[in-house]
């Protein structure tokens, strides 16, 4: 696949062009590769660019129902070896007696799931989408205008040469993140939240090797997340208040890992070294709606999560698995039926995953008098019941809704 191909008699028309070669958009083309439908995917920033921003120093926590979509995508066996499983979960809370400790063997789970780098993600899905061809690909290129009608879309595609290309298609993918041009070209509104508070990322390295346990402790100012990494070492996040991310983003290595070190404490081991820190604003951004006129959105640009619950991808992945079993075979893909049939089938995991993230997000966020006693009650109930366990470990299934077949470990059709 030519990085960036000869546009003068290259195809201008498509049956299904995707906005975005993000986790998500990348997944979404390779699931639809081997299909009949014609298939461009347009991408601003080269998938090894530094400056790539879905495949950037992020560590993303796979639950075992995207494990199974990437094996049907033909590319967990190109992640596995750099993937950390997830044997236990602890859940903490800073200054407070409550904890609770999930355990994969205890559910009957070899693994909760596997902690991966973002890059490596980034990396094998376009290695993926390489190997399968079939996928018209525009990258580096963004789209700059989008004019939709009834039959179809039309899209100006700008060259990283400056050059401008027109291409049309029967249905127009969203895969281009939280602030979607897509989204608001197609006149859907989005309703966004500021939680007030910015996640800092970083890869940390410590004095002695983890045991696969990856840990979320809730502080009075965010959640820090810890999770296992391939190799050793752990993929932190940390969430805290705006003002006090600017302060840990202004300090050295060493003193940012000494506050990080003091804000979890010492259940990892001591921390010796950090990678590089990068941080996001976190919000809750939802769109008004999942479909609209020959538009479909997906992942960040449908919902965009805070990661407290690691849940964000897991999401837009199911979204994309969906989407792509609904195209496959499809006389047109941009039809309004097929479009309302795919966005009822994920309204009950998209409702579900945004309450139950938000709702975490508030719980532990909560000042309020006796909010601290229901979450040390509630984590330790949770530690002694079986059936909260039960229902936490099949979180990563989806939270409703037909489970898409990639997920079920079957073909697409
Ligand atoms: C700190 C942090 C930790 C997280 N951890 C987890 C986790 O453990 N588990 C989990 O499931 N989720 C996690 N998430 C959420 C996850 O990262 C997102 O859900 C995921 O990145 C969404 O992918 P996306 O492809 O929809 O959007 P994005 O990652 O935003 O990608 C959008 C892509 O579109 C491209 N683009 C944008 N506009 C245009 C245009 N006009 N033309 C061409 N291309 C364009 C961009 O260059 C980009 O590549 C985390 C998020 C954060 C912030």
Known sequence: MPAHEARGDAPREFDVAIVGGGLVGASLALALAGSAARVLLIEGVAPDSSAQPSF????TALGNASRRIFQGLGVWDDLAPEAAAIRTIHVSEAGRFGNARLRAEEQGVEAFGYVIPNRVMGAALWRGLRRAGGVTVRVPARVSAVQIA????????LG?????????????????????????AAGIAAEVEDYAQVAIAAAVETDRPHDGTAYER???????????????????????????????????DTAYLGALQERFGWRAGRFLRAGRRASYPLKLSRAAATVGLRTVLVGNAAQGLHPIAGQGFNLGLRDAALLAERIVGADDPGAPELLRGYSDSRAADRSGVVRFTDSLVKLFASRLPGASLVRNLGLVAFDLSPPAKRALARVSLGFGGPTPRLARGLPLA
């Open 150 to 157: 009834a039959d179809g879309a039309a899209l100006t595609v």
């Open 218 to 252: 809730f502080t009075p100012s965010g959640p820090v997340a810890v999770l296992p990494l391939h190799g050793g070492g752990y993929g932190t996040v940390w969430a805290c208040e705006p003002a006090r991310a600017a302060e840990l983003l202004a300090l050295s």
């Open 56 to 59: 950037d120093e992020r560590t």
């Open 160 to 184: 990283a040469d400056g050059a401008h290309e027109t291409v049309s298609a029967r249905l127009l993918v969203a895969a281009d993140g939280a602030n979607s041009l897509v989204r608001t």
